[in-house]
């Protein structure tokens, strides 16, 4: 099952406030960007951040779960929990970096 239009529109409903937002469907899923930087993999409906130190404690006694085939294990963000999605957006953007342009062959 893909992601539904419904579920991207209401995830980035919920982190409104967080800075700018955005998501580009990538290989049938989607991503999300805040002010241009990957902070949400979405697949299935199912929205899924990178373990990282600085979200640890707030994402303690989450779900985890691999997005696709051969990615790393991802805390599974609650995102009808809006005030901890915020919290946990704001804190990935902080130490995420823009990713760099890719050249044209």
């Given at each position: ?12 409903e ?7 937002i955005?998501?580009k ?10 002010n ?6 979405v697949?299935?409906?199912?929205s899924f ?14 779900e985890e779960?691999y997005p ?36 044209k062959?």
């Amino acid at each position: 099952m893909a992601t539904t239009n419904e579920y991207i529109e209401y995830l980035c409903e919920q982190i409104k406030g967080v800075g700018e937002i955005r998501y580009k469907k990538m290989f049938g899923e989607f991503m999300v960007y805040v002010n241009d930087k990957p902070v949400i993999i979405v697949c299935n409906n199912v929205s899924f951040v990178k373990k990282l130190d600085c979200i640890s404690h707030m994402m303690e006694g989450a779900e985890e779960g691999y997005p696709y085939k051969g990615a790393k294990e991802h805390y599974i963000l609650d995102i009808d929990n809006n005030e901890l999605s915020k919290s946990v957006v704001i804190e990935i953007e902080k130490v995420t970096p823009v990713p760099k342009p890719k050249k044209k062959k």
